[in-house]
């Protein structure tokens, strides 16, 4: 098959149940959805009907590579898997984010994505070597934890071979079970549990080849434009951040093709335990032990390294926790019920106890390796509505919630889940301003006057940047929902991209076209920032498409917990609230103002959504989407199938 640059050309299928392979080639997918979740998506729509559950053979577990992966393009190293997700309620399409070595590693070694469909007759794992795939049998791995897993095959095909893995979590089925890579890559939602239900218990990785780039001059040149953008940089939170615990960064452990680096580092205890550990997973245990113990001990390094070795979601884990918490305080369970110390969580005993039964679906943990929201309904006697105040409906984290930030409501009331690039566009550009109004100017360049002018040309107006208003916020949505899904086709890491705001020009506002120009280069498009946007919009109403076809009913289902509109005190759950828990925003003309107590308008957020609607091209009563905006983005092959379901205007 013909190379094109930045893409290998090919995709693997691989077929457990009849130990067969195929390639595919991947210009039939990348012309319109460039690769990442784009291609993914389309994948997943042509091969995963709605009727398929998470656990059948008939599912797809489909990996995917940007064109961008591979190549000297900074913090592109990162891929994404896509499948019918267990742990969401009901199961769904769903997604998850990647980074570290696996996806460069999957490149290079011939392929931009791979297709695992089928179930093995035993434990097995795949590999893949230039050009080559093996099944091989996996008995000796079973029942090992992520990082053995990884020992053993590193000691039978070579340390540089790169691997992802579930752990005892995902072997058994468990929800809320990750994928697992070198240093601390996860991908949640139960797509180890996908891995597990297939007897694949992981997937290894060797490939030589290097990729074709198309202008590699201009990429050096471009590399060193973005140096200059970037400026120190010393206002990006996730490399300033220190986390919380008795742990210190003892060196940083960056991805495949990463220049700076965030806090993904490796960490070493006050007992000299040393692992890798980046974001929520870090301190998910820190407010139980605080509170047993009056501070934060080893016991919350520790937890996070259960977590990691079980393959277990810490964000669901947390959720786990605090039900448990609050159901032992109301009475619903005890001690005897569930075979859990309940008064001492915050204990190593407590933690230990809990990963385990719910690795191994042992007694209660049987009900909790369920997830949250299906557990709480097991559970009953009211347990379910102790969950209301900080999970979505289909069981998701309310993190960088819509009660602050406004626009994020439309995130979380149009998606399967809360996509964190796009939550995280909105939250980092107010935490730089929230340094700005703390520190009279001092500590960062983000005054409300770069703030306006930048939401005005990435967001679409200055509005975007006014928190005390309903108005521009579906503009800046629809925007930033546009550009975070041509991100993740390309796909680039979170912390370094988009380049919306910068410290090394004057006026502080990033380039539109810079990702444009790094992808023209590297395969010899030419596209310029509307394009690629336009590519992300074509790509979020595939998404669209697959959720109505799945579940949804449009707008009566496009909505935010009810606990949004109840002006009840935060919870804090994310970095900004942990960073700025007066919750400063800023409002009309740069005054400041505090979302603290603070409801979303039920009014407000439902004028919102007819804007969303009209900017969209869909229906405004219904939510629907129209026949000739699916014509438009070249989305032809939705339109009978949803006509069919009467899901299409």
Known sequence: MKKTGGWTGKILRVDLTNLKTEEIDTSQYSSRFLGGIGVAAKLYWDEV??????????????????????????????????????????????????????????????????????????????????????????????????????????????????????????????????????????ASAGFGAVMGSKNLKAIAVKGSSKLKVVHPTTVKELRDYMKKLLGENSLNPYRQFAPLGNSEPVKQSKCHGCPDGCWRAVYKSDSGKQEVRKCQAMFYYNPWDRKLNNEVTEVSFIATSLANRYGLDTMQLSGIVKLLERCHQEGILDEKETGLPLSKIGSLDFIEALAKKISSREG????????????????????????????????????????????????????????????????NLVLKWVYWATSNGESSYLSPHVGRAIAKKFWGSELGFDFSTYEGKALAAMKIQNRQFAKECLVLCDFAWPYIDVEGTEDHVGDYDLEAKFLSAVTGMEIDGQGLEKVGERVFNLQRAIVMRERRKGREEDLVPENEYIGTPLEITDLFSLLNSDLLMPGKDGETISRSMMPLDREGFEKMKDEYYTLRGWDVATGLQKREKLRELELDETIEPLEHMGLVK
Request: hydrophobic share 40%; glycine share 10%; proline share 6%.
């Open 49 to 186: 009907t709605p009727e398929v559950s998470a656990f059948s053979p008939e599912n797809r577990l489909i990996f995917m590579t940007g064109p961008l992966a591979g190549t000297q393009v900074p913090a592109a190293p990162r891929w994404v898997v896509c499948s019918k997700a267990p742990m969401p309620v009901p199961e769904q399409y769903c997604y998850g984010n990647l980074g570290a070595y696996f996806g460069a590693e999957l490149k290079s070694a011939g392929y931009d994505g791979l297709i695992i469909e089928g179930k093995a007759d035993g434990p097995c794992y795949l590999w893949i070597t230039d050009g080559k795939a093996e099944v091989k049998k996996a008995g000796h791995l079973w029942k090992l934890d992520t990082e053995e897993t990884r020992k053993v095959i590193h000691n039978e095909l070579g340390k540089t071979v790169r691997i992802v893995t579930c752990g005892p979590a995902g072997e058994n089925r468990v929800r809320i079970a990750t994928l697992s890579t070198e240093i601390g890559g996860s």
């Open 364 to 427: 209660f943990g049987n009900i909790l390796a369920e997830g949250v929201l299906r557990a709480a309904e097991k559970i009953g006697k009211g347990a379910l509505e102790l969950t209301a105040t900080n999970l979505t409906k289909t069981g998701f984290s309310t993190a960088y919630g819509p009660k602050i930030f406004l626009i994020t409501a439309l995130f979380y009331a149009t998606e399967p889940r809360p996509r964190v690039t796009e939550l995280h566009e909105v939250c």
